[in-house]
């Protein structure tokens, strides 16, 4: 009977835990990152839409065009807009496509039914028409499972469970390094990061990545990287919102997996970038080709 009372307890403790976790993560995604992803969905494309536009043209009335034309011409959701403040990786697959090297100023993710929703959406005027007040555009897919997208966040929990469980050492607190050599265009995206630390980027930050898987020793390599960046993540509770597999849709470009990760802000993101724990790390980070690009909500700007 004792043990009963124990197991039961045990199971509604752990039942509690996983319960918070996940409703910990949502409020999170639409709070501070303005992502209105839901959470369980039976099937899905997710097209993730890079955009330039010019520096006489103001980003936000023609992001705002973009969504009311949406949401008058498809059945889509629009999930996240983000404005890019940095792109520290070019991919060299892009660079390619386009003949120059694109420095992207927001991004945009929508939820479709499938393939031949977006394509009849896109194929509308009045969408072209909002569409052509940008100048780049590269359209990209993901296959985004729910499930895999649920789990990941119980994943973290039970990660930082096992690291209290097991007395893995302290990450915390981060200790700035001094140093930031390693680090691509390191002065540039810090700079980057604490201009938005007082704007949009405060609370969140979504960085983007598309990423080509590169050697076995180079997997090996960023599965190490990867191991201690969710180590981290797990212990302050951020982490990867979407995550799937890569659909080509423009330029049939090849890439292997898709991520977009939530940092509590950008002030948090230029210390950990420039902390003795990243930079220790950092040079593990191998991929055969990926494009990054670090973005601010911008949701809540759009009418």
């Known amino acids: ?36 992803q839901a959470s369980w969905y039976s099937s899905a494309l ?31 959701t629009w999930v996240y807009a983000g404005k890019v403040i940095f792109n520290p990786t070019p991919s060299p697959q892009i660079t390619e496509a386009f003949g120059k090297e694109v ?22 005027p009045e969408v072209q028409e909002a569409l052509v007040r940008f100048d780049d555009r590269l359209a990209h897919g993901m296959h985004r499972p729910a499930p895999l997208n ?64 590169g050697s076995d020793a180079e997997r090996a390599a960023n599965a190490d990287y990867a191991g201690k960046m969710l180590d981290l993540m797990a212990e302050l509770g951020y982490g990867p919102m979407h995550l799937g597999g890569s659909v080509p849709i423009d330029h049939d470009l090849k890439y292997d997996s898709v991520a977009l990760v939530y940092y509590p802000g950008a002030k948090y993101f230029h210390d950990l970038v420039s902390s003795t724990y990243f930079q220790g790390i950092i040079g593990d980070k191998q991929l055969g080709d990926t494009q990054v690009s670090i973005t601010v909500p911008l949701n809540s700007e759009l009418q």
Do not use: C
């Open 1 to 36: 009977m004792k043990i009963s009372i124990v197991l039961l307890a045990l199971v509604f403790i752990i039942g509690a835990a996983m319960t918070w976790q996940h409703l910990s993560y949502v409020e999170k995604r639409r709070v501070h990152l303005q992502d209105n």
């Open 46 to 76: 997710h097209i993730i839409t890079y955009l330039t536009i010019s520096e006489e043209a103001e980003l936000v009335p023609a992001l705002t065009q973009l969504k009311q034309t949406a949401a008058r011409n498809s059945d889509a």
């Open 103 to 124: 420095n992207w100023n927001a991004i945009v993710l929508q939820q479709f039914d499938d393939r031949a929703a977006y394509d009849e959406y896109l194929a509308k």
């Open 150 to 213: 649920i789990a990941l966040h119980q994943f973290l929990l039970a990660k930082k469970i096992w690291r209290a469980i097991t007395f893995a050492p302290d990450i915390l607190p981060l200790r700035p390094s001094g140093r930031t050599a390693d680090v691509d265009d390191a002065d540039d995206i810090l700079a980057s990061l604490l201009a938005a630390s007082d704007g949009l980027g405060k609370d969140a930050i979504m960085i983007v990545n598309l990423m080509r898987e």
